[in-house]
């Protein structure tokens, strides 16, 4: 099976501060994204990457960045961290398809609180 | 992106009995619409998917039904069991991009 293993696992930040969580992926998959899970909210796209040193908006893209420094590799970065940042935060790969979205494997999650 | 709305956002029905989740979408070019299931505490996992030119799929218990006209598609889950509660999330995607947009998920649970 797909393996996605996110880091940390969990995180407590301070208001300000910078936080990088990371993903790493060992699927040889070209696509990886970022969700950020709030309740009623369902999973909402951060960024994605179709291609190492590439990464493309997704729908709440405002406060965060992200890094592709490989095909295995993509992080998530919190430059100044907010109490609104405080969500799970899911790292997902996905095989590029033919004719649009292939299946997307999701890791464990990163539960950051922001205080 | 495409917007994706999803209801209800909870649901619970007696151990036996169905449980149909519904979602519709904005995008009528959009042509993939998986459905996800994430148990307490876990990764949502993919459990059921449709494409465009088809208009049912079933596997065991799963039913998924999709009205392109009516840009709704939906998940029905036959002779509900304890083990079916969790969060379900439907989703959709746009031809030649790789990207999911998801519903706001539905809690479902299933009493004995």
């Known amino acids: 099976e797909a393996a996605v293993t996110q880091s940390p696992r969990s995180k407590v930040a301070v208001t300000g501060g910078k936080v990088t969580l990371s993903c790493h992926q060992t699927?040889?998959?070209?696509?990886m994204y970022w969700y950020r899970q709030d309740t009623g909210h369902g999973l909402r796209l951060i960024h994605y990457s179709y291609v190492a040193d590439s990464t493309e908006k997704g729908d709440i893209p405002d406060g965060y960045k992200a890094s592709r420094p490989s095909q295995e590799n993509f992080s998530l970065i919190l430059e100044l961290a907010s109490l609104s940042q405080t969500a799970v935060y899911f790292c997902a790969s996905s095989d590029r398809g033919g004719d649009g979205a292939e299946t997307l494997y999701f890791g464990s999650g990163t539960r950051l609180t922001v205080l | 992106g495409e917007q994706v709305e999803q209801l209800p956002s909870i649901l619970r029905v007696q151990e036996g009995s169905s449980a149909s989740i519904n979602c519709s979408y904005e995008d009528s070019a959009s042509n993939y619409f998986p459905w996800y299931k994430q148990e307490p505490g876990e990764n949502p996992k993919l459990i059921i998917d449709?494409?465009?030119?088809?208009e049912r799929k079933q596997i065991q218990e799963l039913i998924v039904l999709l009205d392109k006209k009516a840009k709704r598609f939906s998940l029905h889950i036959t002779d509900t069991q304890p083990g079916d509660s969790a969060m379900y999330f439907c989703?959709?995607?746009?031809?030649?991009?790789?990207?999911?947009?998801f519903g706001s998920g539905t809690k479902l649970t299933v009493e004995p």
């Open positions: 449709i494409r465009s030119n088809m």
């Open positions: 989703a959709a995607s746009r031809p030649n991009y790789n990207v999911l947009y």
């Open positions: 699927n040889n998959h070209d696509y």
